[in-house]
Each structure stands twice: as structure tokens, then as C-alpha cells.
């Protein structure tokens, strides 16, 4: 294991964006579940922007069949530009110029097979090289409303610590069996450092109710453990494997981050999400309120069909 300074900048950031999206069939049958709008822009544009904030240079996207839209949405549209510029819609010009990526800035690699999310990050270890990057799961949204966003807090802590960092938030001890879940060394404010990791362990096992919820800072040795290509919960290549064997050999902490996640993947929490961002949108904020509060008034009158006016 090479040992070397853990405190380089984050240029780069990978999203893994090759799975199915089964969740949500049939409405993920031809589109990609990434692309399924949460208010204005589609969830990856989410991710993507929250990485961009935090200062991220170059995005990798590990894809898969069936996912080219992804690299579309954040190519130029001249001619969608020349028709918005004739109408005079200046508005609508300047949020499609805000999802255009700069020559060069976009990168993709495959996953062939889904093997498990350790291999979709391993697919793009060529991309990364030898420097610690940024890991964003799309399916996980988190609004810190208009505040600094999770991967943005994290590198500050990052330039503090170096090394590891990873976001966590509680979960119900319930739920344990669903996550990478931490053990906990020692805590100071809201960073803390980290003993050890189990992926999506029984309640009963489980070293805390602390879920890592998909935004990691990883040094690039953690590809030499995914290289091993070692079967971990569910028969798959997990990332939390190859980060637990880090702990000990680099600093690794983790933060409770400010702000909301929303597991967007879900089609509970999709909903939700979408609430959240349209309540808080410039434009309709406003009337969105107004149109919960009217459905929760019939709601609560018993009325069964809540579509508000
Ligand atoms: C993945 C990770 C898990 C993490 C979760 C967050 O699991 O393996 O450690 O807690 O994302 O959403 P998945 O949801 O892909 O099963």
C-alpha cells in the first residue's frame, strides 16, 4: 500500500449510473431512471450540480446499455438555444445553458454486468487514476435548502482531515439490513472517525444506527481492495468492503451532514422529493404550498379524492 499525502484536491467525481431501475417500471422501461424528473431537472443534473458546487472538474459516469440520454442531457442543443433566443425566452435559455457540461469535463465507462456497486466504481478506476475522488449514488438526493450541499460540507471536512470521508445520517435500528452501516471510534461536533464498516448488516449486528447514505471522498487505493473483485452481502462486489479495509491504513471520518436526503429511487421518496424541491422552487413555490395545504384541508375532512384545485 502506497503511502502518500491524503490531503490532494477532489477533482474528480464518479456516479455509478448503470443500474435498472426496476423500482420504477414500466416508467423506467426506456428511460433511465436517472433521468426521471425530481421539479425541474432530471436526478442526475441534481447530483451533477451538487458535485459542481463542491468543485468537482471532472464527472466519470459508469453506464450501462440503454443509457445514452444521460450523456445527452448535458451536451449543447444549439438549435433548441436558436429557438428560445427567437421566442425570447431568456429564462429558459439560462437554465438549459446551466445543464450544459464544458468540452472535456464529461467522461464515461461501462459497467457491463452489475455486479455490485464495489464494481461499478472499480470500472472507472482508469478515469480516476491515482488521486482521491468523489463518489455520487444519483438515487440519493439531499436539499440543505439552497445551503452549502452535502458533497460541498464534506470537502471541507476533507481539507481538514484528509484521507476518508463519507456521509452518514440515523436510520431506524430496523433498517440497519439495507445499508453500509458505520462503528464509531470517537466523536467531535459532527465529524466522526471510524472503526469499522458492514455492509447492510441485521439489526442485531449492526455496530450502530449511523447508514452511510451514498456520498463518499476516497483515497485511490480503495480500487486496489475492489480489485479483488471479493463477494460481499447479496453476492456483490460492495464498496463498503473495500472501504473497511482503508480503516487503519488512512484517516477515515464520517459526518452527519446538514440537510434532507431523500432516497429518490423509491417511489415514496421520489414523491417526496419532488414536494420538497417544488416547495422551495422560485417560480411555484409558492402555489405548490397553497396546493398541500388544500389537499391535507380535504384529507383531513375524510374527502377521498384529494386532487387539488
Ligand atoms: C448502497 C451502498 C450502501 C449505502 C446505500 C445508500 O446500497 O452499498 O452501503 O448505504 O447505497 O443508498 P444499495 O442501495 O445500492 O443497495
Redesign the pocket.
Same mark, same amino acid.
Given at each position: 500500500m502506497t503511502s502518500q499525502n491524503t490531503k490532494r484536491i477532489i477533482r474528480k467525481a464518479v456516479f455509478p449510473v448503470a443500474g435498472l431501475g426496476t423500482r420504477f417500471l414500466p416508467a423506467t422501461k426506456v428511460m433511465p431512471k436517472e433521468m426521471l424528473p425530481i421539479n425541474d431537472r432530471p436526478l442526475i443534473q441534481h447530483v451533477v450540480d451538487e458535485a459542481r458546487e463542491a468543485g468537482i472538474e471532472e464527472f466519470i459516469f459508469v453506464t450501462g446499455r440503454h443509457k445514452n440520454m444521460l450523456e445527452e442531457h448535458f451536451d449543447y442543443q444549439p438549435e433548441l438555444k436558436s429557438t428560445l433566443q427567437k421566442r425570447g425566452k431568456d429564462d429558459m435559455i439560462a437554465k438549459v445553458e446551466y445543464s450544459e457540461m464544458p468540452a472535456g469535463r464529461l467522461f464515461t465507462t461501462r459497467q457491463p454486468r452489475p455486479l455490485g !456497486?464495489g464494481h461499478a466504481i472499480w470500472c472507472a478506476k482508469k478515469l480516476v487514476g491515482d488521486e482521491p475522488f468523489a463518489v455520487l449514488?444519483p438515487?440519493?438526493l439531499i436539499n440543505n435548502q439552497g445551503k452549502a450541499g452535502c458533497l460541498k460540507q464534506m470537502v471541507d471536512i476533507y481539507n481538514e482531515t484528509g484521507g476518508n470521508v463519507i456521509a452518514v445520517e440515523d436510520v431506524p435500528r430496523e433498517e440497519t439490513f439495507?445499508?453500509?452501516i458505520v462503528d464509531v471510534e470517537s466523536e467531535k461536533g459532527d465529524c466522526m472517525t471510524i472503526k469499522g464498516l458492514v455492509?447492510k448488516p441485521a439489526p442485531e449486528d449492526a455496530p450502530s444506527t449511523l447508514?452511510?447514505?451514498?456520498r463518499y471522498i476516497l483515497q485511490p487505493e480503495v480500487f486496489e481492495h475492489l480489485a479483488a473483485f471479493e463477494k460481499g452481502a447479496g453476492g456483490e462486489i460492495? !464498496?463498503?468492503d473495500a472501504m473497511a479495509k482503508l480503516i487503519g491504513r488512512q484517516p477515515f471520518n464520517a459526518t452527519r451532514f446538514a440537510g434532507k436526503s431523500y432516497?429518490s429511487g423509491s417511489r415514496l421518496g421520489f414523491i417526496q422529493a419532488n414536494l420538497a424541491y417544488a416547495t422551495q422552487d422560485d417560480e411555484i413555490g409558492e402555489a405548490v404550498k397553497l396546493l398541500i395545504q388544500n389537499m391535507a384541508k380535504k384529507l383531513n375532512k375524510g374527502e377521498i379524492n384529494v386532487a387539488a384545485e
Open positions: !456497486l449514488l438515487d440519493v439495507k445499508y453500509g455492509e447508514s452511510a447514505i451514498g460492495q !464498496l463498503t432516497d
